[in-house]
């Protein structure tokens, strides 16, 4: 699990809360049920009108995804195919589909299959391949719908306080009450740019990054599966699967697998 949205927005969040208690503000004034109501509400509305039905469901499934940030670190991907290129040497790729059953990995599973079941290397490349783009597309449909509402969220503040000052200039008759009813209407103005800046954006980008290292993963499976079809030798795939990823993403000390 890598925390760092949950650390991100709590930092945030307390930085605001620090910012309020120093000037002597008031919590109450800024928690006021109709912007809020206005401004989540509202966004939320316009992010399913600007997708799908499908693409909204997808995208609160994927919010556990952008908290918890579970990734496979590059290392580990390669130990698992070096050592699936190990059995492949010593047993044969027949052996591969013995090894699939064990997997929890869908994609890796398939792939293994697929040299198990002697697809040809062009073929089982273009399929691996097609089944990252779909995963591609899928993913950042989530990070989108969320970066879609973090650019609608300050707008629809700007509205909800253009009708909170209009409500203000009917009530021009009472003057004791227009400074509390002007502060109270640009709190909306803040709920739209905060929501979007604390919450929309940061998860957008999150899932975006995770995307990333997910589609990195699968590169490296698909790199090292058709190696292993093509008889590569389990330490020279590891280097070259090493060499696929950035060196601050790889362990300092990582020792390379010694060939059988």
Not at 10 to 23: H, S, W
Not at 66 to 71: C, E, L, N
């Amino acid at each position: 699990m890598d925390p760092a949205t949950i650390i991100g927005m709590l930092i945030a969040f307390g930085a605001l809360f620090g910012m309020m208690t120093i000037e002597g503000a008031s919590l109450t004034a800024l928690l006021l049920p109709g912007p809020m109501v206005l401004v989540f509400g509202a966004t939320i509305a316009v992010g399913i009108a600007s997708a799908t039905i499908p693409d909204a469901i997808l995208a609160v499934k994927s919010i556990p995804r952008a908290f918890k940030g579970v990734r496979v670190k590059p290392q580990e991907t390669i130990d698992q195919v070096v050592a699936l290129a190990e059995v492949a040497r010593r047993q044969g790729l027949l052996a591969l589909e013995q090894e699939a059953e064990k997997l929890d990995d869908p994609f890796l599973k398939s792939a293994l299959q697929g040299v198990a079941d002697g697809l040809d290397a062009e073929d089982l490349a273009i399929m691996l391949e097609d089944k990252v783009a779909t995963h591609e597309r899928t993913l950042r449909s989530s990070a989108k719908f969320f970066t879609t509402m973090g650019g609608y969220a300050p707008t629809i503040g700007i509205i909800g306080t253009v009708v909170s000052l209009t409500h203000v200039l009917e009530n021009l008759s009472s003057p004791g009450e227009l400074g509390h009813s002007i502060a109270a209407a640009f709190v909306a103005t803040l709920w739209g740019v905060l929501s979007a800046n604390f919450l929309w954006l940061p998860i957008g980008t999150r899932l975006t990054r995770l995307a990333e290292l997910d589609l990195q993963r699968m590169t490296l499976l698909v790199e090292g599966v058709l190696a292993l079809q093509a008889g590569s030798q389990p330490r020279v795939l590891g280097e070259r699967l090493r060499a696929l990823v950035p060196e601050h993403a790889l362990p300092k000390a990582a020792s390379l697998p010694k060939a059988a």
